[in-house]
């Protein structure tokens, strides 16, 4: 159950959430495709798409100057998002982001019942 929080955590929409740079989760797939979303420097469509350590996310440079991204850069986000979590590093002014390392389950500001999840996608 915790690889699996680790894994679902390392999704880029998950990531472009936790960054800063979408508001809600429905937003940051629909950032993601729309290919607002960079992994260093080439376009990422797939909000499955896994992040590896070290790898940077960014916006678009044309999408920088688009409202949600300026509002997302200016942390107009601040008041509904958990504060950043630890692995990752985050220039919300610049709209940048970088996966330090892989998520540990206690960091993961998700609160869910892991086992019944787990318990769940293994009946099926």
């Not at 950032?31 to 992040?51: C, E, K, N, T, Y």
């Amino acid at each position: 159950g915790e690889t699996l929080v680790e894994l679902l955590e390392m999704r880029l929409d998950a990531l472009v959430l936790r960054a800063g740079f979408a508001r809600t989760m429905a937003q940051a797939r629909q950032l993601v495709v729309h290919r607002h979303i960079l992994v260093d420097g080439q376009r990422v469509d797939r909000p499955s798409f896994r992040v590896k350590p070290g790898q940077m996310i960014h916006v678009h440079e044309k999408s920088e100057r688009t409202e949600p991204f300026q509002v997302a850069a200016a942390g107009g986000h601040a008041d509904v998002l958990p504060a950043v979590p630890e692995y990752l590093s985050v220039e919300l002014d610049k709209l940048h982001a970088t996966l330090v390392r892989k998520p540990k389950r206690a960091e993961v500001p998700v609160t869910c019942d892991v086992q019944l999840v787990v318990e769940y996608y293994a009946a099926r």
